[in-house]
Nanobody, 126 residues
C-alpha cells in the first residue's frame, strides 16, 4: 500500500488542522491505518489508529485524546486526522501508516507497521 499525506501547515495554538492521507494499491488485506508523529530530536510516536474495514478499533495516545479525531473513507481510500485545540507541543512531522498484520502486535510501536507515507509538517505557534 502506498500512502501520501497532506494537510499540514502553520497554525496558532488553539487552532485546528485536518490531515488527509490517500492510500493506493491493494488495501483489501489492510487491518489498520493510523497516524504517527516525530518532533525534532525525538523518536516517532504513535498518535491514533483505526480499523480499516470496520472503522472500529479506534485508539488515541493520551497526549491527543479528546482533541484529535481519526476517521476513514474506505470508498475513497482515505484516512483523516482532525486536530483541534492544537498546542505547540503538537509540532511535528505527521506520518500516516498502514498495516495488514497487526493482530497480536502492539500497534503503538512504529516497527510493527510496514507501509508509510512521506510525512507532512505541522507547526503550532504559541
Amino acid at each position: 500500500v502506498q500512502l501520501q499525506a497532506c494537510g499540514g501547515g502553520l497554525v496558532q495554538a488553539g487552532g485546528s488542522l485536518r490531515l488527509s492521507c490517500a492510500a493506493s494499491g491493494d488495501t483489501t488485506s489492510t487491518d489498520v491505518m493510523g497516524w504517527f508523529r516525530q518532533a525534532p530530536g525525538e523518536q516517532r510516536e504513535f498518535v491514533a489508529i483505526i480499523g480499516w474495514a470496520s472503522g472500529n478499533s479506534i485508539y488515541y495516545s493520551n497526549s491527543v485524546r479528546g482533541r484529535f479525531t481519526i476517521s476513514r473513507d474506505v470508498a475513497k481510500n482515505m484516512i483523516y486526522l482532525q486536530m483541534d485545540r492544537l498546542k505547540p507541543e503538537d509540532t511535528a512531522v505527521y506520518y500516516c501508516a498502514a498495516e495488514s498484520g497487526i493482530t497480536g502486535k502492539n500497534p503503538t510501536n512504529d516497527y510493527n507497521w510496514h507501509d508509510w507515507g512521506q510525512g507532512t509538517q505541522v507547526t503550532v505557534s504559541s
